[in-house]
């Protein structure tokens, strides 16, 4: 124990008694760049004269990096400045990355008396950079500016290099390295061949020391490869045949007309034409075919420059269609009146297709008159009624559009309809059939006991009706009335005749007269009396009608008998009858002309629709069961 004490102080009495002070200051910067210097600051203070010297060491990490000694003579009390005693400063290099720290040490005869550290500092090899680029979208085969200024923390410009990459998708492309002068960056790009996309621009920086600074998405820009391409036509619809003005421009993506550049036209997928471009402006004259099929056709219009920029456009037009042919078709050939004909109408166009279109109908009767016109719709069912009173023969039917028609025919027969009706008094006869009722009309009137036939000798026109007044034909009561046509009978039943006409028979003294007549005459002629005959039978309508004649029997009183020669007598008792049944027959038509008289005058028949003729005095005539003996 006594030994380890005694060594103890025989060390303190050989160290030299020195008392001294170190202080560094600073550094002024955290953070220095490679290729820095870093000024060191401090001071050394001596109580007693001294002579040794100052090391400094720069600690980075697990790094010392020593210094030159510097000597130094201190008198008893004396402080020195670093910069008095000219401490270099220190430069930092690549190895020195990292953070650091300088150390300073007072070394009197080996032995280390005072020391000091610094506060602790970073060394780094970043970069500052500020960049820009003129534009961010770029035509492929245009170019682009890109600038900026690089410097280091402390503001220092750098001179160096930099590196350009382009990176798309992930992947990063290596496109040029360009040097850096005075902290500048000045770069020009042509962008002619590089694949169009969006893409960001990354920098590595290095300069002259060392330092490196690498810079991603300084910017972002699009090559773009399309161009604005305008096309346009005169005219949206176009008919077949017809000439179409095709007319457009181009453009870039900074709608600057393109000069040069190749334009194909192409017209539902086949070319028809490549064109140039004049002042960003092209023109085409397009001749539509005139087999082209109806609806919407498209022009395609490509462009392509040189630097491979290209664009399409197109415009739509409408082919309106043109009917080239008509088809007519119906079933049947043979109509009559009132029937309805069902037809179609199939129009084709230009490229034989079936079409909608709007047609004219005509319908021609057979003597040529138009009939009916109207318009129609072709691919669709139409109706055509056959008139009532349509003339036999062969009708014409025509449907057409524009230039085109079609034609076909169809025969109206010949069509009797004869029509019946009674209103009131008045029996009323039509022809609605389509041709000429040519036989007489007769009536057959039955009733109170009677058969009247009322005959009209005269023909019916078409759509004629005959009028024939009742009561002045018949007398009143009930009737039934039949009338053939040929084809049928007509029958009207239960017709009241109230203001009918009066009908006189044979009275007493025709029966007479005739007796005596038929009587004398055979008695003259024959020497005997004639055989009496049978009642006479009439068919009518094909009815048979049997027409009796009553004859009354004559008073009993006789007159006195005559005598006279045969010839004389017998032309004398001629003359004497026919004397006496003409004063007979002149009393009964006095009679009925003062019937007629107060009469309404009315024709007995009359035509509907149709001029009357000037009357003309009817003559006399018996109908039925009226008869005159002579003419």
Same mark, same amino acid.
């Given at each position: ?270 070319? !028809? +034409? /490549?064109?140039?471009? &004049? ?8 001749? %539509?075919?005139?087999?082209? #099929?109806? @609806? ?73 008159? !138009? +009939? /009916?016109?109207?318009? &129609? ?8 009624? %056959?008139?009532?009173?349509? #003339?036999? @023969? ?238």
């Amino acid at each position: 124990m006594k030994r380890g004490i005694v060594l103890l102080l025989a060390i303190c009495l050989l160290l030299p008694t020195v008392a001294a002070t170190i202080s560094i200051t600073g550094p002024v910067e955290d953070t220095y760049n490679v290729g820095d210097t870093i000024d060191i600051a401090g001071y050394v203070l001596q109580e007693e004269e001294t002579s040794g010297y100052l090391q400094f060491k720069v600690y980075c990490g697990d790094t010392t990096l020593p210094l030159q000694r510097i000597s130094i003579d201190l008198a008893s009390g004396e402080q020195k400045t670093f910069s008095q005693i000219e401490v270099p400063d220190v430069t930092t290099t690549s190895s020195m990355v990292g953070t650091c720290s300088i150390k300073s040490s007072l070394i009197v005869s080996g032995t280390t008396i005072e020391e000091d550290t610094s506060e602790s500092f970073t060394i780094t090899q970043e970069l500052n950079g500020l960049f820009d680029l003129d534009k961010t979208q770029i035509q492929m085969g245009d170019s682009f500016k890109l600038e900026g200024t690089v410097t280091k923390l402390n503001a220092e410009k750098v001179t160096g290099t930099a590196e350009v990459y382009f990176e798309k998708d992930g992947e990063e492309y290596l496109i040029d390295v360009i040097s850096i002068y005075g902290g500048t960056v000045s770069y020009i790009y042509d962008s002619a061949n590089t694949f169009p996309g969006e893409y960001d621009l990354n920098l590595i920086i290095r300069d002259s020391y060392g330092n490196q600074q690498r810079f991603d998405a300084v910017s972002t820009f699009e090559i773009v490869s399309e161009l604005s391409i305008v096309v346009d036509t005169e005219e949206d619809q176009v008919f077949p045949g017809d000439i179409l003005s095709l007319f457009g421009s181009v453009k870039d993506i900074e709608q600057n007309p393109l000069d040069q550049a190749s334009i194909d036209i192409k017209f539902n997928d086949d070319l !028809l +034409a /490549s064109t140039s471009l &004049i002042g960003g402006e092209f023109q085409y004259e397009l001749q %539509i075919l005139s087999t082209i #099929t109806t @609806g919407t056709h498209t022009v395609y219009v490509e462009v392509e420059d040189m630097n491979g920029n290209s664009g399409t456009a197109q415009a739509q037009i409408e082919v309106m269609p043109i009917a080239t042919s008509l088809e007519l078709s119906f079933e049947g050939t043979n109509y009559i009146p009132k029937d309805t004909l069902e037809f179609e109408v199939i129009a084709t166009d230009q490229a034989e297709e079936e079409m909608n279109a709007g047609l004219t109908l005509e319908v021609s009767d057979s003597t040529g008159a !138009l +009939a /009916s016109q109207r318009d &129609i719709s072709s691919s669709s069912i139409t109706s055509y009624k %056959i008139p009532e009173f349509a #003339t036999p @023969g062969i009708w014409q039917i025509k449907a057409y559009i524009d230039e085109v028609e079609v034609m076909g025919q169809i025969t109206v027969d010949e069509y009797e309809n004869i029509e019946m009706w009674v209103e009131g008094e008045n029996l009323y006869i039509k022809n609605a059939g389509n041709v000429r009722f040519k036989d007489d009309l007769q009536v057959l009137v039955s009733g109170a006991g009677y058969d009247y036939t009322i005959t009209k000798k005269r023909s019916v026109a078409v759509n004629e009706t005959v009028v024939i007044n009742l009561a002045e034909e018949v007398p009143s009561g009930s009737y039934s009335i039949e009338m053939p046509t040929g084809s049928a009978l007509l029958n009207v039943d239960n017709v009241e005749v109230v203001n009918g006409t009066k009908r006189y028979r044979m009275g007493w003294l025709y029966i007479v007269i005739l007796a005596l007549f038929v009587g004398g005459l055979s008695y003259l002629v024959y020497g005997r009396v004639p055989r009496k005959k049978k009642p006479e039978t009439t068919k009518r309508f094909g009815k048979p009608s049997k027409t009796t004649i009553m004859a009354e029997k004559p008073k009993t009183n006789k007159k006195p008998s005559l005598t006279f020669e045969k010839e004389k007598g017998l032309a004398d008792f001629k003359e004497r009858i026919v004397k006496d049944i003409r004063a007979t027959e002149a009393k009964i038509e006095r009679k009925e002309s003062r019937v007629a008289a107060r009469a309404s005058g009315a024709k007995l028949a009359t035509v509907m629709g149709k001029k009357e003729s000037p009357p003309q005095a009817r003559p006399q005539q018996q109908d039925g069961n009226f008869f005159k003996l002579f003419d």
